[in-house]
């Protein structure tokens, strides 16, 4: 823990145990579309020895949707979670374009299948400053049964609020969410406010 003296032991055990993770968006852009273009998405099954040749890779085992992006009708977006981030992280943009262009190659058995002009992608887990994007209901929380509302209690010193807490994975129902962590961002500048509007 990085507080001295440390948080509250009920506290350490809320942290500890709330689930952190991480997702990830991926765009593709292409000059035309490849696809039809009544697609809305497409869903790749690489299958042993039927489509593929060779086995599976891990990558192709996480990419397993890709959305047209309605505005942009001419990019795709695989959304990839749980231990996908971090496999896509360890890979360049050209490293990724080609695993994704043989992987759409061989779905279409068609070898004429471009590679991506542009990739756009989030890394948050590899972002130092974050490790991950949001928090989750782990295993271990749900045992203990533990609540994501027990880490906004503040620690207070003589009954003064010292150290508060904001942020999606404190709110009580969107935790996950963006709205959550701007919401509990409002809920203590707010309590804030209410001290200071008592000490007057």
Not at 24 to 41: A, G, H, L, M, R
Not at 56 to 73: C, D, G, H, R
Not at 74 to 90: C, Y
Not at 174 to 194: D, S
Request: proline share 6%.
């Amino acid at each position: 823990m990085l507080f001295e003296p440390q948080l509250p032991r009920h506290k350490q055990k809320v942290i500890e145990s709330i689930g952190f993770g991480s997702s990830q968006k991926i765009f593709f852009s292409y000059k035309e579309p490849f696809w039809n273009s009544t697609f809305t998405s497409i869903t790749p099954l690489p299958i042993k020895n039927c489509n593929r040749k060779g086995d599976i890779n891990n990558i192709e085992n996480e990419l397993i949707s890709f959305q047209v992006v309605k505005w942009a009708p001419n990019v795709l977006m695989a959304w990839v979670a749980g231990d996908g981030p971090i496999l896509m992280d360890e890979l360049n943009d050209n490293e990724l374009s080609s695993k994704v262009t043989n992987l759409f190659r061989d779905m279409f058995l068609n070898s004429t299948i471009p590679f991506p002009d542009t990739i756009i992608r989030t890394k948050w887990h590899k972002n130092d400053l974050f490790n991950g994007s949001y928090s989750y209901v782990s295993k271990k929380q749900a045992n203990l049964k533990i609540k994501h509302w027990e880490l906004s209690i503040p620690v207070k010193v003589e009954r003064v609020p010292r150290i508060l807490f904001a942020g999606e994975a404190t709110h009580h129902r969107i935790f996950e969410t963006a709205v959550g962590a701007y919401l509990t961002g409002r809920r203590e500048a707010e309590r804030i406010q209410i001290y200071y509007t008592k000490l007057k």
